[in-house]
């Protein structure tokens, strides 16, 4: 279905009418990227992500530049339109979705696959595949989840923590070239100052979290839910005493994991195998 446009030729999307709001004020007021970042103190590449919609960016920006603008409560009120407008995602995991897009510090278990934020393409397609997507759909949701990955970039990209099982790390894509980019992927987010991946080796045996995907997200607020996901659906978790015992788990699995710099060098040792099978 094309875009839709009110009568002033806006988007009536609210992601893309966010983004087209931020843009207009700007160049209404005259200023470049730069200026505003100077005037409002994050870098000028966060003001830019969030004009070309690639970011929704976080409450207290959008409280910033309705000040910086006079607009308030405009740009805050689109900003939540925007944050609530999940369409793009499968209904059962927009509740995650919206915690996603407003958290400031995120700390992850993958039992058997990569996070959506760490995938590659060619990761996602295949993944979603093998979960039975095909066609129109399956091109959807691969642009959704890529649509994600700038998350972790920028001043303002939360603090993230992703362990990693073995298993998941050896498990290949079927096309070598692509899990070769995937895992050179991981070695670049984990040198970010706010990315850290650890891997859990299988030689730990079973453990508190085993079979169970599990992701922590806390907002501005301080305020701590947990999303524990299946292979085929996930539940949000917002009770005190439910997150509690969660990060119980996840910290007993944290005390297992190998340590960051293990971590990428052992992710090194896989990629150099999985070149070596690409060139027999």
Not at 159 to 186: G, H, K
Not at 200 to 221: I, K
Request: proline share 4%.
């Amino acid at each position: 279905m094309p875009q839709r446009n009110a009568v002033t030729g806006r988007s009536q999307e609210p992601r893309k009418r966010f983004a087209q709001e931020l843009r207009r004020l700007r160049e209404e007021k005259g200023e470049t990227l730069q200026q505003l970042a100077d005037q409002l103190g994050w870098d000028a590449s966060t003001f830019g992500k969030l004009e070309s919609g690639r970011n929704l960016g976080s409450p207290e920006i959008v409280e910033a530049l309705d000040q910086h603008y006079g607009t308030t409560p405009l740009l805050m009120a689109l900003w939540e339109l925007a944050i609530l407008d999940m369409k793009q995602f499968k209904a059962e995991f927009r509740p995650y979705m919206v915690w996603e897009a407003k958290a400031v510090s995120m700390w992850h278990y993958g039992a058997e696959n990569l996070h959506g934020l760490l995938q590659t393409p060619a990761y996602a397609r295949e993944f979603l595949a093998a979960g039975g997507m095909t066609g129109d759909e399956l091109a959807s949701q691969v642009d959704a989840r890529m649509s994600r990955r700038d998350l972790l970039v920028g001043e303002d990209a939360p603090t993230f923590r992703s362990i990693l099982s073995e298993v998941s790390l050896r498990t290949p894509l079927a096309d070598l070239d692509e899990w070769c980019i995937q895992l050179q992927q991981l070695l670049d987010l984990s040198e970010l100052s706010n990315v850290t991946i650890q891997v859990l080796p299988a030689s730990v045996g079973l453990h508190a979290l085993t079979n169970t995907d599990t992701m922590f997200l806390q907002d501005a607020s301080a305020q701590t839910v947990a999303w524990v996901e299946t292979g085929y659906d996930g539940e949000l978790f917002e009770e005190t005493d439910d997150v509690r015992r969660l990060q119980l788990r996840y910290d007993r699995v944290r005390d297992l994991a190998l340590s960051p710099d293990e971590s990428r060098e052992f992710i090194r040792r896989l990629l150099e195998e999985a070149r070596c099978a690409k060139s027999t």
